[in-house]
């Protein structure tokens, strides 16, 4: 029976990180449906100006097929609160509405998320749904693309984005997760469209 995968990005630094490298498409490569909290994608789209915001937009307008921003009543309750008050936004407002994200999926028993997050508290996601959500930073998403062949180098793109004017988090979770588990992510990084349909392993 196949297994149903998504790669769920739970904070704006992953997505500011590729888009200031031009790498947003690396998101796509494992041919998994890719789903952004909505408070997350208004993070890291908002102001025009900020690095990579545009990038990330015309990203997702070209790839509505493959990236879901995902609803969540967290943001809405925050929209209105803050037309009806004026109040400023709440400063972990993207973390919770990620937990809503998290606590929801996989609605499926079979289900499987790979959580990309840069945020040094993410592992508080991963209480949720322990059994079914891979954490995984940026630098290891990068690492294992590399690893797999699917991108030259992780090291580059890095590069790239300290050029661009920003400083990412290189932290390691990778050599956290016991071999069971990094056996099964190179396995849904290094698969192809050919080895099955979308979001399927």
């Known amino acids: 029976m196949a297994v149903e995968i998504a790669i769920i990005v739970t904070d704006a630094p992953p997505l500011i990180t590729l888009a200031a490298a031009q790498s947003l498409d690396y998101l796509l490569y494992p041919e998994l449906p890719v789903i952004i909290p909505d408070a997350v994608f208004h993070e890291a789209t908002q102001a025009a100006g900020k690095l990579g915001?545009?990038?990330i937009l015309n990203w997702y307008r070209a790839h509505t097929d493959k990236v879901r921003?995902?609803?969540t009543q967290v943001f809405q309750d925050e929209i209105t609160l803050r037309e009806a008050t004026g109040h400023k936004p709440?400063?972990?407002l993207g973390e919770r509405a990620a937990v809503e994200v998290v606590r929801k999926y996989p609605m499926a028993q079979d289900?499987?998320?790979l959580?990309?997050?840069d945020d040094r508290d993410a592992e508080r996601l991963v209480?949720?749904?322990p059994e079914r959500a891979i954490l995984l930073?940026?630098?290891d998403y990068l690492r294992q693309l590399e690893d797999a062949?699917?991108?030259q180098s992780a090291d580059a793109v890095i590069e790239a984005v300290r050029a661009a004017g920003r400083n990412p988090a290189l932290r390691d979770l990778w050599s956290d997760h016991d071999p069971e588990i990094r056996d099964a992510v190179k396995a849904i990084i290094t698969r192809t469209r050919a080895d099955s349909g979308p979001g399927k392993m």
């Open 53 to 55: 915001a545009q990038k």
């Open 69 to 71: 921003v995902e609803p």
């Open 90 to 92: 709440a400063r972990d």
């Open 111 to 113: 289900a499987r998320a």
């Open 115 to 117: 959580l990309l997050s």
């Open 127 to 129: 209480v949720f749904v």
């Open 137 to 139: 930073t940026t630098w």
């Open 149 to 151: 062949q699917r991108i």
